[in-house]
């Protein structure tokens, strides 16, 4: 049975410094509240894995908290450029970041090979691209029936998977709508995964073919109202699409970038404080949560 | 006829015609989004728009500014995973057209989005790949819209993250790609489309107002020009219209979204 949780405990329980960590959620249900946990206490030495690494990788890579990231599509969504992961790149700041490219549709097989408890993924894939010359884990296979070449890569195995869904049950059962990605398959490939949610209730109304992960396949539950945010969770709150561009001013330079992770982020008890440290930072009024 | 309208406006314009009314669309953020959503506004409202997100016969009111947005899953006939929209959606071949963008792109339509420069130095970090590189490969056919530059049309790309014609001729069925690859590429001065032969891009179309001197000088290698360029027909009125409208119902979801 999943552990009903704060996500400082669970952060603080199972995610170690050198781990290999998938933060999954595909625009749509970032765990952005899990993110900002883990700079706070500091991880070091990660191994980061998300198709798109969006604003929640950024800040650890500009936290120094990552030793490698393996990603697919490195952009800020409807911005332009991850000005920390680019400062890494191209400048080796705040420290050589190790990368790992490769496609999304490599990356999904990936996950789902994982999920499949299989040690690599099989796709038609990367044909006339220059990526397998950067990335020795893009081969090739011959398909033992027919002979055709196809590309193999190795399967998505995190020791945690961190994923942010709309509701759970008191026994911890996870149910998520809406753009889904490839949490599912994140969870399932990892050794151990910790749930953010929206709300806890006593019962999930939800179809048979709901998108559920049963209690047995998660290991923390933690309640973080808005933990998603800037980015959406569908039935709750929109796209903080202001936030995102306001990111591009924020990260773009280094020591506003440092000032605003630490007054916002780092300085904050939690992430309900973090909110409202982002609400008087923009005008707004405290509230009380 | 509507005499004032901008480049970008004729190549939206010029992009979304190229779509044909009833195909499965996979579409790409930014410049394709537009160009798509502007087609099924108007000639083609039986298009099947497909993205990567996992939205599968979207029909968003507004361009959404990512590539998940909830307007996408919101108005989707249905919403499947991100494994499963690569798996059995496209590697599957169930895409006709795949509509893309692009940082860079040479004389047979291959695409750059990872870097500028040394891959293990470089002096841009682009994103990178994302969903191109599959899509691609196997969409039935491929169309491309991007603004033409020297900086974006480049002799030789500092990378290939996404391949076209490959080196030209015959090379993508030699090398057993599924799709038939880059159909068209949509400028702001005009369009390219493949020598049947050679594969290498040509310029057939160019925009009302633009020369071709102006594509050639926007071109980083010696642009091969048809032996007639025709001009492109003018956005009509409903076409602007429907595109202005678009834009207008964007910039008000958005900003009403960034109000609350």
Request: hydrophobic fraction near 45%; glycine fraction near 8%.
């Amino acid at each position: 049975m999943a552990n009903i949780t704060t996500l400082r405990e669970a952060v603080g329980s199972l995610i170690e410094d050198g781990h290999t960590i998938a933060m999954e959620g595909f625009t749509h249900l970032i765990p952005f509240a899990a993110g900002h946990e883990v700079v706070r206490q500091g991880k070091r030495d990660l191994t980061v894995i998300r198709m798109t690494p969006d604003l929640i990788y950024d800040q650890l890579i500009g936290m120094g908290c990552v030793r490698k990231m393996v990603f697919s599509w490195g952009g800020n969504p409807g911005v332009g450029s991850l000005h920390r992961f680019r400062d890494a790149v191209e400048q080796g700041w705040p420290h050589r970041l190790e990368i790992e490219e490769r496609s999304h549709a490599d990356m999904a097989n990936a996950y789902a090979a994982g999920a499949s408890n299989l040690p690599f993924a099989v796709l038609r894939g990367y044909v006339g691209s220059d990526l397998p010359r950067y990335n020795e884990n893009i081969r090739t296979i011959e398909c033992p029936f027919t002979g055709e070449q196809l590309t193999a890569t190795p399967a998505l195995r995190p020791d945690v998977a961190v994923v942010h869904a709309q509701q759970a049950d008191r026994a911890g059962n996870v149910l998520m709508w809406g753009i889904v990605g490839v949490q599912k398959e994140a969870v399932l490939a990892a050794k151990a995964a910790i749930v953010t949610v929206e709300e806890i209730v006593d019962e999930l109304d939800a179809a048979p073919n709901a998108v559920i992960l049963p209690h047995w396949v998660v290991t923390a539950v933690c309640k973080v109202p808005h933990g998603a945010t800037p980015a959406y969770a569908q039935g709750y709150y929109g796209r903080d699409n202001a936030f995102y561009r306001a990111w591009d001013t924020i990260a773009r330079d280094r020591d506003m970038f440092q000032d605003w992770m630490r007054h916002h982020i780092v300085e904050a008890a939690d992430f309900a404080d973090f909110r409202n440290r982002l609400r008087l930072s923009t005008g707004g009024e405290k509230v009380h949560a | 006829m509507p005499d004032d309208f901008t480049a970008t406006e004729m190549m939206t314009v010029a992009a979304a015609r190229a779509l044909r009314d009833g195909v499965s669309c996979f579409v790409g953020i930014g410049l394709p989004s537009a160009a798509a959503n502007l087609a099924r506004a108007t000639h083609a409202p039986n298009v099947a728009l497909i993205y990567e997100s996992g939205a599968i016969g979207t029909k968003p009111d507004v361009l959404p500014l990512s590539i998940g947005d909830g307007e996408l899953s919101e108005t989707a006939d249905t919403v499947v995973s991100v494994p499963e929209i690569f798996r059995y959606w496209l590697q599957g071949g169930r895409i006709d057209v795949g509509f893309l963008g692009a940082a860079q792109i040479d004389k047979f339509a291959n695409i750059n989005t990872t870097i500028i420069g040394d891959y293990a130095n470089p002096k841009v970090r682009l994103p990178g790949a994302g969903g191109a590189p599959e899509i691609a490969a196997s969409a039935g056919e491929v169309l491309i819209t991007l603004k033409h530059s020297k900086r974006a049309f480049v002799e030789k790309l500092d990378f290939v993250t996404s391949v076209g014609h490959l080196d030209g001729g015959d090379a993508r069925a030699r090398a057993m790609l599924p799709g038939r690859g880059p159909a068209a590429v949509i400028t702001d001065l005009g369009i390219l489309t493949p020598d049947p032969e050679t594969k290498e891009l040509t310029l057939t179309h160019r925009h009302p107002g633009a020369t071709v001197e102006q594509a050639q000088d926007a071109t980083g290698w010696a642009l091969k020009v048809a032996h007639s360029v025709a001009e492109t027909p003018a956005p009509t009125a409903e076409e602007l219209t429907a595109l202005r409208d678009l834009n207008a119902r964007t910039a008000a979801a958005h900003r009403k979204s960034e109000a609350a």
